[in-house]
C-alpha cells in the first residue's frame, strides 16, 4: 500500500495505522526518500563530502540549522525557561582528564567489538545486520562464512592531545557525554545561586564517540549533540522513584505536544545486563523507524549518588549538600534526562514526511509543528512580473521578516512555490494578487489542509502569532 492521500478526503493521515503507515514506509524506501531530501533541500549533508567523506559526521544546511535550534529552542524553553527549579550552565568540551577517571568512562565506557578473520573489519557484537549482511558478502565473494575473533571491549572515548611541545603533549577526551560538565560544576552553581533541593541543571552541547559502526543516517554519529538535565534529588527510594517517573512523563509529553505521533513513542526499561555502569535503574525513550524498528533517542537515568560521590572522591572536593529544613549533610541522587538532538531531529522528520494526492498533483509535505518548522511564513508576488505586486510583496515580507523566519519566492507558478514549501514543512503561505491591491488582504494557504483565507495585511502579524502560540 502506498502512502498516498486524497488530501479532500483524509489529510487527517497524521491518525493513519501505525502498522499500515510503516508497512507503507517501509515499502517505498521511505528512509532513501528522506535523506535525499535532506540533501537536496539542505536539511542534512555527509560531513567533508567534497574529500569522500568522514564515517559518522554530519553537517547541517540552511534548514536543517533552523530545525535543530528550533528543538534546542523549545527544550530550552521548557526545561529552564519556564521552570523554577532548573538552571543551565554551557561547560568545556575539553576537561581535565581526571574527570573521564572519576565517571568511570575510562574503565567501563566500551562496547563489544568482533573482527571479521578474513579482512580484518570491525563490527559493534550487536550490530546483527550489518553482520549478516558482512558474511553474505564473503559468502558471495570467497564463498565461504567468515569466522569472528571472540568478543572484546572497545573504549568509545575519542582522545585528543593538548600543548604545543609534541613530547609533552597531554592527552584529554572529547567528552563522551556532556554530563560530567554539570558535576565538576555542581558546587559553582550551589554557591552562585539560591538553588535548593530538589533543583536541575541543564545542558545542550556536542558529545563524541568512537562508534565501531556508524550508520543509519544521523542515528548513530561519531559527533552528535545532547540536551541533557541532571535533577538533584535528596537521597531517598520513594521520593527518587516518585521523579524518575514525573520525569519519563514530562519527557514523553513533550515529544507529543509537539507534534510527535504518540503510537510511535514508547518506554522500555534496560535489562541489568545492558545498564551504564552509573545507573541504578534506566529507561530509553524509543520511537518506532520504519525501516529500523524501535529505536532509542532518549535516556532516564536513575544515576543515584554514584557521578557526585565520585568526583567528590577524586577531586578530593566536597561535593555534599547541607539541607537545612533537615538539617542532614549527604550527597545528592540524580535523576538525569539525556536526549540526543540529532536522533530527535532525525524522528521529528520522518515523523512529519507524508505524500499527498492533491487532485492529480502529488506532494511531499513535511507537517512539522509550526514552532519546529525551519520557515514559518513564504511570502510571494502571485506574478512575478508584475512590478506592483512584487513590490507589495516585498513589502509584507520586509514586515514580517523581523517576528518570523521568512522566505521569499517569486519563481515558477504559485502552485510549485506551495508545493516546494511544503517539502520543507513551512505551515503558511501569504500570496500578494490583485485583490492585494485593491482591498488589502492576502490569502494565507495553509499547509495541511491547503485552504486558503483572506486576512488584512496589518493583521498578518497577530495571525501568525496567535497560530505559533
Ligand atoms: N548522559 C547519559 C548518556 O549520554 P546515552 O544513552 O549514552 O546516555 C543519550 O545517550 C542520548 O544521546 C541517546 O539517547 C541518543 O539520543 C544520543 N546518542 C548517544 N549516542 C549517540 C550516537 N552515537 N549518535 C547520535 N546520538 C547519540
Redesign the pocket.
Known amino acids: 500500500m502506498i502512502r498516498i492521500l486524497d488530501i479532500t478526503k483524509a489529510w487527517y493521515s497524521r491518525n493513519t495505522n501505525a502498522k499500515k503507515r510503516n508497512m507503507a514506509h517501509n515499502n517505498n524506501n521511505l528512509m532513501g526518500k528522506i535523506t535525499a531530501l535532506c540533501k537536496r533541500r539542505g536539511f542534512i549533508f555527509p560531513g567533508s563530502e567534497i574529500y569522500g567523506g568522514l564515517a559518522g559526521t554530519w553537517d547541517y544546511g540552511p534548514l536543517g540549522v533552523l530545525f535543530k535550534n528550533n528543538i534546542k529552542k523549545e527544550w530550552w524553553r521548557s526545561i529552564v525557561e519556564l521552570r523554577e527549579d532548573v538552571v543551565g550552565i554551557d561547560a568545556a568540551i575539553l576537561m581535565n582528564p581526571k574527570v573521564w577517571e572519576a565517571s568511570g568512562h575510562v574503565e567501563a565506557f566500551a562496547d563489544p567489538l568482533i573482527e571479521c578473520k578474513i579482512c580484518h573489519e570491525r563490527f559493534r557484537q550487536d550490530a546483527k545486520e550489518d553482520i549478516s549482511e558482512h558474511e553474505k558478502m564473503h559468502e558471495g565473494k570467497d564463498e565461504k562464512k567468515p569466522e569472528w575473533t571472540e568478543p572484546r571491549q572497545f573504549n568509545l572515548l575519542v582522545k585528543a592531545f593538548l600543548g604545543v611541545v609534541e613530547e609533552e603533549k597531554r592527552t584529554v577526551y572529547l567528552r563522551g ?3 560530567q560538565g554539570v558535576y565538576a560544576n555542581f558546587r559553582n552553581v550551589l554557591d552562585s545561586t539560591q538553588m535548593k533541593i530538589p533543583f536541575g541543571i541543564a545542558q545542550i552541547g556536542k ?1 563524541f ?1 568512537n ?1 565501531i559502526t ?1 550508520g543509519n543516517f ?5 559527533e ?1 549533540e ?1 540536551m ?1 538535565l541532571q535533577f538533584f534529588i535528596k537521597p531517598e527510594e520513594k521520593e527518587s522513584e516518585q521523579w524518575y517517573d514525573y520525569w519519563k512523563e514530562e519527557r514523553l509529553k513533550w515529544y507529543a505536544d509537539l507534534g510527535m505521533k504518540k503510537e510511535n513513542l514508547r518506554f522500555r526499561d534496560h535489562e541489568p545486563s545492558e545498564k ?1 555502569h552509573y545507573a541504578r535503574f534506566a529507561t ?1 525513550v524509543e520511537y518506532l523507524t520504519p525501516a529500523w524498528g524501535w529505536k ?4 532516564i ?1 536513575h544515576r543515584g549518588e554514584w557521578d557526585l560521590k565520585r568526583h567528590s572522591e577524586f577531586s578530593g572536593k566536597d561535593l555534599s549538600y547541607y539541607d537545612e529544613e533537615s538539617g542532614k549533610r549527604f550527597i545528592p541522587w540524580v535523576i ?1 534526562t ?3 538532538v ?3 531531529a532525525l524522528f521529528f522528520l520522518i515523523d512529519a514526511y507524508f505524500e499527498d494526492a492533491m487532485g492529480s498533483e502529488q506532494r511531499v509535505v513535511l507537517r512539522f509543528h509550526p514552532k519546529l518548522a525551519p520557515i514559518k511564513v513564504g511570502v510571494f508576488p502571485l506574478l512575478a512580473n508584475k512590478p506592483k505586486l512584487v513590490e507589495k510583496a516585498r513589502s509584507i515580507y520586509n514586515a514580517l521578516k523581523p517576528n518570523f523566519v521568512c522566505a521569499w519566492d517569486d519563481r515558477g507558478n504559485i502552485g510549485k512555490r506551495y508545493y516546494s514549501q511544503d517539502e520543507i514543512g513551512t505551515p503558511w503561505c501569504v500570496t500578494v494578487d490583485f485583490e492585494t491591491l485593491e482591498n488589502g488582504t492576502v490569502t494565507v494557504r495553509d499547509r495541511d489542509t491547503a485552504q486558503q483565507e483572506r486576512i488584512r495585511v496589518d493583521g498578518l502579524k497577530n495571525y501568525f502569532e496567535d497560530k505559533l502560540r
Open positions: 557525554e556532556i554530563t558529545a564517540r562508534e556508524p544521523t542515528f548513530r554519529s561519531r552528535f545532547q541533557e551504564a530509553d532509542e533517542f532518549e535516556g537515568h538525569e539525556s536526549g540526543g540529532d536522533r530527535t
